[in-house]
């Protein structure tokens, strides 16, 4: 199998600049859908994410009731409780960009938004954690995913790590583990979807992309929560990308690549790798972001 490219996206951050007539409209509505009872945390750090990464509307789809009527420690994160109307909840929010998983859950609610969302046509789509579980149990999911990327090419990215990728191909981690670059072409032929492989030296191909594979990372991204990071710094950066001329396969290459060398960029600064959390992580994305403008 022929190696894989050195992921070099880095350069594609200035079409992120904003000219001073630009508002909130221009730089994108994520909507991110996740957080059952317990893992409401996933749903903040993706949200958090998707602010600080530049966003300009981020809407976090709550799946448990309890901390949806709390009030966020990120006051700007405009959180509320998941409908039972998932259709009608997205026709009254008009995302530009839709990121599902993180502490999705398998609930009954959790299943009709994913299927609601694998129906909405034409937009940029970031799938994560359980939805990508939900699919892997459900070839319904599945069909709906693949009819989907047939119509709108381009449009679906999913984000798994080597346990949720096992998960889709009913193997193993230690068989993806063995042979990477076959697990994400077997991915990609499975899903007809932009595909990011995550772990040590990420992995990124789609249909129409051959892989490649970020040389940046460090073993202190093994926490939990990184790659709730990782989904909303996709998002946003996608969801900017609309208005700035950047596709959701630039956009998954850069969110990859800006992630792990913000980790290395702490490292350096001797915070971590042992203690280093995803909230320093999305810090210091924002800063590696805005120096690269």
């Known amino acids: ?73 990120q006051a700007e994160l405009m959180v509320r409780l998941a409908s039972f109307n998932a259709q009608e909840q997205l026709q009254n929010t008009t995302p530009d ?43 319904e999911f599945l069909d709906l995913l693949k009819q989907r990327n047939r119509e709108y090419p381009g449009m679906s990215v999913l984000t798994p790590h080597p346990g949720e990728a096992a998960h889709l191909l009913n193997t193993s981690a230690a068989v993806v583990q063995e042979d990477r670059l076959a697990a994400l072409s077997n991915l990609v032929k499975l899903t007809d979807s932009i595909v990011v492989l995550k772990g040590q030296h990420t992995l990124l191909a789609s249909p129409t992309h051959s892989a490649v594979q970020c040389e940046q990372g460090n ?19 996608a969801a900017q990308g609309i208005r700035h001329n950047i596709s959701l396969w630039e956009a998954s290459c850069i969110g990859v690549q800006l992630h792990a060398s913000a980790a290395d960029s702490l490292v350096a600064q001797q915070v971590g790798p042992i203690g280093l959390t995803p909230t320093e992580v999305i810090f210091e994305m924002r800063s590696l972001l805005n120096k690269l403008l």
């Open 97 to 139: 960009l839709i990121a599902i998983g993180p502490g999705l859950g398998f609930s009954d609610l959790a299943r009709d938004w994913l299927t609601t969302i694998l129906r909405r046509p034409n937009i940029p789509l970031v799938l994560d954690a359980d939805a990508l579980n939900l699919i892997a149990d459900n070839p």
């Open 219 to 237: 073993p202190g991204m093994a926490v939990g929560g990184m790659g709730d990071a990782l989904t909303g710094s996709i998002a946003a950066i």
């Open 1 to 73: 199998m022929i190696a894989p490219k050195k992921l070099e996206s880095l350069e594609l951050i200035h079409r992120l600049k904003r000219v001073p007539s630009e508002h909130k409209g221009s730089a994108g509505k994520v909507l991110i859908i996740g957080g059952a009872p317990g893992m409401s945390g996933a749903l903040l750090l993706a949200g958090n994410a998707a602010l600080h990464l530049g966003a300009g509307w981020t809407i976090l789809e709550m799946l448990d009731p309890t901390t949806a009527h709390a009030i966020p420690e």
